[in-house]
């Protein structure tokens, strides 16, 4: 069982998120259909990984306690605000990287990264209602 009262129950899945994410999109998506160099994926996943182990604590640190039963809201909303705009700074500079800047280009990049961190997002709120729905049905 996840104890939702471990800091280290928190950060396993962020690693394991992300190496399931460069395993299975990275690779197929961005080097086999895209082109892109292996390195380049994965110094991507890793600093997106970076960003996200960072702000976790933050997230830890204001979920639902016995003390607390509704958490701190408006600490969690400012780290999962800060999260997405910091991992959103990340892919755009990884998909700059070594490349002119020119308006288009850019434009075209920004609509792809933001493109990228909804599908990812959605996913990631499907899996936790989910996760959420079974935990409950086994109570």
């Known amino acids: 069982m996840i104890d939702k009262d471990k800091l280290s129950h928190w950060l396993w899945p962020v690693l394991l998120g992300w190496a399931g994410y460069f395993s299975l999109l990275g690779i197929p998506i961005f080097h086999i259909w895209l082109g892109a160099s292996i390195q380049k994926i994965a110094i991507c996943a890793i600093l997106c990984c ?30 999962s605000i800060g999260w997405i705009i910091s991992t959103m700074i990340v892919l755009l500079c990884c998909v700059q990287y070594g490349k002119a800047i020119d308006q288009m280009h850019l434009y075209q990049r920004v609509i792809i990264i933001t493109g990228t961190l909804a599908v990812f ?5 499907v899996v936790g209602l989910w ?7 086994r109570q």
């Open 50 to 79: 970076a960003v996200q182990l960072l702000f976790t604590p933050l997230m830890f640190a204001a979920r639902p306690t016995p003390q607390l039963p509704t958490g701190k809201n408006g600490q969690r909303m400012a780290a």
């Open 121 to 125: 997002s959605t996913a990631a709120i």
């Open 131 to 137: 996760a959420r729905k079974v935990s409950r049905l």
